[in-house]
């Protein structure tokens, strides 16, 4: 007698994580005031959410109303809802429901047509990115210690004109 199984019901029965949680951008695009402004930051690895959207996501600002007025912040999924970025190390002490949920993080000018209006300024944000690598678990009522969580500083420059 055969069985036949996916990689993914052994990795899951073995209880393996597969590859690391990692966010896959190094860096952000120079923006310039006048002109559209997108980017995307992608994670890969680790254990995906199984409903809508691979993993949950929280954002750091140095300046959240200046990070706020200028740049539109959202998770790519079917319902692409808006993420409000937290000031500096608050992603890691808010309950798990304060993260959203999606597959990316979108970054656009908040502009007519994702334009940027801004004098020549830099947006420091930290991106953190987790996973589900506690799935069988209720949800917590902080974070939970078992999911794998990680992080990347950015820095989005804007030219003046």
């Known amino acids: 007698?055969?069985?036949?199984?996916?990689?993914?019901?052994?990795r899951q029965k073995l209880q393996c994580q597969g590859f690391p949680l990692r966010i896959v951008n190094t860096d952000l695009p120079v923006g310039a005031?006048?002109?559209?402004?997108n980017a995307n930051i992608v994670a890969e690895g680790g254990v995906p959410v199984a409903a809508v959207g691979k993993y949950r996501w929280c954002v750091e600002a140095t300046d959240t109303v200046a990070l706020g007025t200028t740049f539109d912040l959202a998770v790519t999924n079917n319902a692409s809802p808006t993420v409000t970025a937290k000031p500096v190390n608050m992603c890691l002490t808010t309950a798990e429901s304060g993260w959203v949920q999606g597959d990316s993080l979108g970054i656009k000018g908040k502009g007519v047509g994702g334009y940027v209006t801004s004098a020549a300024q830099t947006y420091g944000l930290t991106i953190f990115v987790r996973d589900n690598q506690?799935?069988?678990?209720?949800?917590p009522v902080a974070n939970d210690p078992d999911d794998n969580i990680v992080s990347r500083?950015?820095?989005?420059?804007?030219?003046?004109s």
């Not at 506690?134 to 949800?139: E, K, V, W």
């Open 153 to 160: 500083r950015f820095v989005i420059g804007i030219n003046g």
């Open 134 to 139: 506690n799935a069988d678990a209720p949800p």
């Open 33 to 37: 005031n006048g002109a559209p402004y």
């Open 1 to 10: 007698m055969v069985a036949v199984v996916t990689l993914e019901e052994l």
